[in-house]
């Protein structure tokens, strides 16, 4: 578990990065651009140029704006922070403690990526997420059931099957977060990949899609 913090700190501390370089750059685009415009108004007459100076102007500004409310964000997590629930892990024999320990480090690590992203995405992406780990948690307790019946002489069940299940579930799980990860990092920088929130969407619904099947 310590090892898997290493990189997460660094992706976390690389958002913060590029969230406070973005925020720089639009600053100073914004400065220039005002600069230019007062320049260009010291001239008599309103001419085209100060009129399109004054739009970019206005319209970096915004954009510095935007770029200063999401680097505060992912700096000092204002964003609301989702809640977590609490995993009880199985015994260590069991099948299903290698796969939730994996969600429950996904978990944390997906509740830090989606505070970068825009609220609207970052909200319906931790809901799906939250179903899905639930579910997925469900199960769990599931093979620990089957995996009590089994050892007390009952008839066993598939367990290999259940848990075989809860891994791709998991793996699901595991892909959207790497996918948050990358949209949130260049959400940061301001040039969020081609896709990139398709591609999220595609993710969650996957796991949407994998955790409906672990009832069937």
């Not at 958002?15 to 651009?33: E, V």
């Not at 609490?86 to 978990?107: D, H, I, K, M, N």
């Not at 081609?194 to 672990?214: F, P, S």
Request: hydrophobic share 50%; charged share 20%; glycine share 6%.
């Amino acid at each position: 578990m310590a090892a898997a913090s290493g990189p997460a700190e660094n992706r976390r501390a690389r958002k913060r990065s590029l969230s406070r370089r973005g925020f720089a750059y639009r600053l100073l685009a914004a400065i220039a651009l005002v600069v230019l415009t007062l320049l260009i108004g010291q001239r008599p007459g309103l001419e085209v140029s100060e009129v399109i100076a004054g739009l970019a102007a206005a319209a970096a500004a915004i954009a510095a704006v935007e770029a200063g409310i999401r680097a505060y964000r992912i700096t000092l997590g204002v964003h609301a922070r989702p809640k977590i629930a609490r995993t009880v892990l199985p015994e260590e024999t069991s099948q299903a403690f290698g796969p939730l320990v994996r969600l429950a480090a996904r978990e944390r690590e997906l509740a830090e990526h989606v505070i970068a992203l825009p609220g609207a995405v970052s909200a319906d992406t931790w809901r799906q997420a939250s179903a899905a780990a639930k579910a997925l948690r469900t199960h769990g307790s599931r093979i620990v059931a089957v995996e009590k019946r089994a050892a007390s002489g009952h008839a066993p069940t598939d367990v290999a099957l259940l848990a075989s299940r809860l891994r791709e579930g998991v793996s699901a799980y595991e892909r959207l977060t790497a996918t948050a990860a990358e949209l949130a990092v260049h959400d940061g920088d301001g040039t969020p990949p081609k896709n990139a929130a398709l591609r999220l969407a595609d993710a969650a619904d996957a796991l949407v899609g994998v955790t409906r099947a672990l009832s069937s």
